[in-house]
């Protein structure tokens, strides 16, 4: 089982602030995800990475940037926040072949842009 | 491509008894494979149960089986003897080349 972690749980900001979600696993996964997700909806992918300097863009368009300069790292980031940010984002790793990649997630942030 | 169907926004389910939730699923991978995520209101995601396509036998976890049926395309999952606990919206999963697909979710409901 995977170790993720995920700060802050809770963000309430203001409009035009940036921020940056962090997201840390301790367990050397090679793969990341960040998930967008409005409460009681569906998951959204808006970033995944295969490894270290490989990130790509999800299904979802989104606004935010990610970085991967280290293998246990994978922080998002918004350069100005929008109160249509507001929403839960999911960070998740996966261990094993992409037919077996079972996803362990971290706890979650929760953003209200104000 | 991939997708994921299912169909029950919500479930009732009185406790003590077994539940079925409905999934399908469509894809053009050969292997893959198919998950179970429960998510409590407290909105963390929790792994429940996997099956590989090329698996035989259907998976089972405890209190959680996962009903796989190929030529149909669907991956149900049965909780048995539900508790109190088990109410949360339930996500259903496929994995395959280069993405993960989840379903909308169904939120069930345990009476008691």
């Known amino acids: 089982e995977a170790d993720i972690y995920q700060t802050p749980r809770y963000l309430v900001i203001g409009t035009g602030k940036k921020i940056t979600l962090e997201c840390s696993q301790t367990?050397?996964?090679?793969?990341m995800y960040w998930y967008q997700q409005d409460p009681g909806m569906e998951l959204h992918l808006i970033h995944y990475s295969y490894g270290v300097n490989s990130t790509e863009k999800g299904d979802l368009s989104s606004e935010s940037t990610v970085s991967r300069i280290r293998t246990e790292h994978f922080p998002l980031t918004l350069e100005s926040a929008r109160p249509s940010h507001t929403s839960q984002y999911l960070c998740a790793s996966t261990q094993g072949t992409w037919d077996q990649e079972t996803q362990y997630f971290g706890p979650g942030t929760r953003l209200l842009v104000l | 491509a991939q997708k994921i169907t299912q169909t029950q926004p919500g479930m009732f389910v009185q406790e003590k008894e077994a539940v079925t939730l409905d999934c399908t699923y469509d894809t053009s991978d050969q292997s893959y494979g198919l998950f179970w995520y429960k998510q409590p209101s407290s909105g963390e995601m929790i792994f429940l149960i996997y099956q590989g396509s090329y698996d035989e036998q259907n998976a089972t976890e405890g209190r959680y089986s996962l009903n796989f049926q190929k030529a149909r395309k669907s991956a149900n999952l049965v909780i048995s003897a539900s508790q109190l606990g088990d109410s949360a919206m339930y996500f259903c999963a496929i994995s395959g080349t280069y993405k993960y697909i989840f379903g909308t979710g169904t939120r069930l409901k345990v009476l008691a």
């Open positions: 367990m050397g996964h090679d793969k």
